[in-house]
């Protein structure tokens, strides 16, 4: 076998001359097969060496490009992953902002309902950013709507009694307001913040509180102690006492002992002190809500024109001076010009208070 292999190396690579020219001389040099063969097999070598070479470069330059492109994926989704946490952090964020924001307005809004209104229990539960955020944080928001309805519907239904007994007694609500002490920092509220839903809330609850505070700065008691008097004539309809013909009667006659005290129903201002016709000696009182009172009849009067006087105060004692028959108190009640029934204002205020 060997031997057949040497003798084709022999056959394909005979023994070469070559004649090498340097300088003028020439020389031979003879090139052997072994030579030969050793020359083919080692660029055969080399050819195969830089081919392997080649393919393994190649192999490693799509690995390098393949890892880049991994890495720049990978890069891109940590980008994208980065982008979308900081957006669900800010979102976590606003949302416990404006559930803050409710729970403010909610605790300002229990704490400012008035004493005739039951306050709600509120919401204290904390809301933390955690694996369950979503979830408490929308059990807190339906726990704040469901504690905003029941405060609306409870200020609702205060301010519904209240109109249904100013209506009963027959006094207008659209007075101007009244110059009573009020006064402090000026806190605007920044509305383009809060919502409608508590806003709407919070103009109700301002209603209700210019309410009870209109009752609380009405007549809402009889002048004379209940002990120190009884009704001698009612409001309305009635048969003159001197001329025995049909007449209205635009107040109450309080009879009692001569020399009674006569007391300041509510807070106000004199305006009139002395005789006037028939009411005798006479004093009247301007009160907050466009109302006045008048006091007719009397023996001695305790109070000066343009004087202030607080309720309860002692403003006269009761007498029978003017057109009267015996000593009694002849008691009005005005708003803006209409008389109303003292008797009745004084029931009725007495109830919602």
């Not at 003879?30 to 050819?47: N, R, W």
């Not at 400012?112 to 955020?133: H, I, M, N, R």
Request: glycine share 6%.
């Amino acid at each position: 076998m060997l031997s057949k292999i040497s003798h084709l190396a022999k056959s394909a690579f005979k023994p070469k001359q070559l004649l090498l020219r340097q300088n003028g001389d020439v020389s031979m040099l003879t090139l052997p097969s072994s030579l030969q063969v050793s020359l083919l097999c080692a660029a055969i070598g080399a050819v195969c060496w830089i081919s392997v070479s080649s393919h393994g470069y190649l192999q490693q330059q799509d690995q390098i490009q393949t890892l880049e492109k991994q890495h720049l994926t990978a890069e891109s989704n940590w980008q994208l992953e980065k982008q979308q946490l900081k957006q669900k952090l800010a979102e976590q964020t606003k949302t416990l902002q404006d559930l803050s924001k409710q729970q403010n307005l909610l605790e300002g809004l229990v704490e400012a309902l008035p004493e005739s209104v039951t306050s709600p229990a509120s919401t204290e539960k904390q809301v933390t950013q955690d694996d369950k955020f979503e979830e408490k944080s929308q059990d807190l928001a339906h726990k704040q709507a469901s504690l905003l309805n029941h405060i609306e519907k409870s200020i609702t239904a205060r301010s519904s009694e209240l109109h249904t007994h100013l209506d009963e007694i027959g006094l207008d609500k659209q007075t101007s307001p009244s110059p009573i002490a009020q006064g402090g920092p000026y806190h605007q509220l920044d509305t383009q913040h809060i919502s409608t839903d508590y806003l709407h809330v919070i103009d109700k609850l301002v209603e209700l509180n210019e309410l009870e505070q209109m009752i609380t700065l009405l007549p809402d008691s009889m002048p004379v102690k209940k002990d120190k008097f009884y009704v001698s004539s009612q409001f309305g309809y009635r048969k003159d006492p001197i001329t025995g013909r049909r007449a209205m009667h635009k107040g109450v006659d309080l009879a009692g002992w001569h020399k009674t005290d006569i007391h300041a129903p509510a807070a106000g201002t004199v305006t009139k002190a002395g005789k006037n016709g028939g009411y005798g000696k006479f004093v009247e009182i301007e009160h907050a809500n466009g109302l006045v009172t008048r006091f007719g009849h009397l023996h001695t009067i305790k109070v000066k024109k343009g004087q202030k006087v607080e309720k309860s105060d002692v403003i006269a004692l009761m007498g029978s001076t003017g057109r009267s028959t015996s000593t009694h108190l002849h008691y009005e009640v005005l708003q803006n010009g209409k008389h109303i029934n003292p008797i009745k204002l004084a029931k009725v205020l007495s109830r919602v208070q």
